[in-house]
Nanobody
Framework: QAQVVESGGGLVQAGGSLKLSCAAS????????MGWYRQAPGKQRELVAT???????NYADPVKGRFTISRDNAKNTLYLQMDSLKPEDTAVYYC??????????????WGKGTLVTVSS
């Protein structure tokens, strides 16, 4: 059974830092892209950052220069280092893993999210 579990959220003051982690179960193989998305209250879910299996990363404009995405392929783990946090970064952050289980086709697997709250 596929599991994707985020951790590391919490309450932080503006200007502070947090590091999120996302662990994908070993049953998910041939992982290609991994990414972070977020959903603020009353808003749609949006892309934060993605990273390919080869390490090529892509960031949404609001987080460029402040957030850093990385991954450990051996551990099926994704990270998001968030610096210079702003109140508008407050959201539930979700991890998405694109991979396979067994002989099935590539699919997207989502975690349940971790809440990040940035106070002003």
């Amino acid at each position: 059974q596929a599991q994707v579990v985020e951790s590391g959220g919490g309450l932080v003051q503006a200007g502070g830092s947090l590091k999120l982690s996302c662990a994908a179960s070993s049953s998910i193989i041939s992982i290609s892209a991994m990414g972070w998305y977020r959903q603020a209250p009353g808003k749609q879910r949006e892309l934060v950052a993605t990273i390919t299996s080869g390490g090529r990363s892509n960031y949404a404009d609001p987080v460029k220069g402040r957030f850093t995405i990385s991954r450990d392929n051996a551990k099926n783990t994704l990270y998001l280092q968030m610096d210079s946090l702003k109140p508008e970064d407050t959201a539930v952050y979700y991890c998405k893993v694109t991979g396979k289980i067994g002989g099935f086709a590539l699919m997207d697997y989502w975690g349940k999210g971790t809440l990040v709250t940035v106070s002003s």
